[in-house]
Structures are given as structure tokens and as C-alpha cells.
């Protein structure tokens, strides 16, 4: 999955942990761990996180012809969990979970949608049921 911020926005880096909220998919009860709804990442709680390589970043243009940045590879989340709620109500199976920055991590913000992507991210605890269907 890509992120996408304007071509001027730099990478910026937590001064202080950032709560932040994810959408992920569950398949059994009690949750031991999850997993990412694009990627099929299989995320344990309370572990840290880490992509070696963020950011990958590629400058292009989008459908208005603006000049925007797309970062390829890094963790994606909301600073809102009614923002999570609304993208994602409608996957089964899925829940959400608190999630942290943590403190000196790399990140993105992308204020149009409320959505962080880091190089960093813990998983805390699962939030919130959306909706659950088993077979």
C-alpha cells in the first residue's frame, strides 16, 4: 500500500511516543497476534517493529498534475480512531489495535487523512471489534 504527501513535506521524527490506532485482521479468539489487512504482516503484541529501509520514497505527479511524493514501505496508521473506523468498517474479521510511534522514529503525516506511515510501530492492544464472520 502506498502513502502519498506533497513533494515538500519532509520526513519528520517523533520527539515524544505517538498513539495511533490500526486496522488489522484476526482470525481466532483470543487475539495472540494479527495481521495487516494489505500485506498479510503477521504483527505480535508489544513487539517492536522495524522497517530497515524507510523511507522509500519515488517523486511523481498526480491525476491534477501536482507534484507529490509516495512512500513505498513503512507501517500505516491513524492518529484517530473514528478515522480507522470509518476506513475500515466494511472487512471482515477485522479489529483495531492502539498502536505506538515510538519516540525517534521516522514518520509521515498526512493531515487530509488523519494517517501516519513510520519506520517504527508497536502494536499496544486490541481496541475494537468491526466486524467479526466466521465460517
Keep these: 500500500m502506498c502513502f502519498f504527501i506533497p ?25 495472540k497476534y494479527v495481521y ?13 517493529y522495524r522497517k530497515a529501509d524507510f523511507p522509500v520514497i519515488k517523486n511523481e505527479h498526480n491525476i491534477t498534475n ?5 512512500i513505498y514501505k513503512g507501517f500505516h496508521s491513524h492518529m484517530k ?18 498502536c505506538v510511534i515510538p519516540k525517534g522514529s ?8 488523519n494517517e501516519y506511515v513510520s519506520g517504527l510501530i508497536i502494536i499496544k492492544k486490541w481496541k475494537r471489534f468491526m466486524r467479526m464472520f466466521y465460517w
Design 36 to 48: 495487516s489487512l494489505y500485506q498479510n504482516f503477521e504483527y505480535h503484541f508489544n513487539e517492536i
Design 81 to 98: 480512531l473514528n478515522k480507522t473506523i470509518k476506513r475500515q468498517s466494511s472487512i471482515y474479521n477485522t479489529i483495531i489495535v492502539k
Design 7 to 31: 513533494e515538500d513535506q519532509e520526513v519528520q521524527i517523533a520527539d515524544k511516543d505517538i498513539t495511533c490506532f490500526k486496522s488489522v485482521w484476526a482470525n481466532t479468539y483470543p487475539f
Design 106 to 113: 521516522k514518520y509521515f503525516f498526512n493531515d487530509q487523512y
Design 66 to 70: 501536482d507534484k507529490i511524493k509516495i
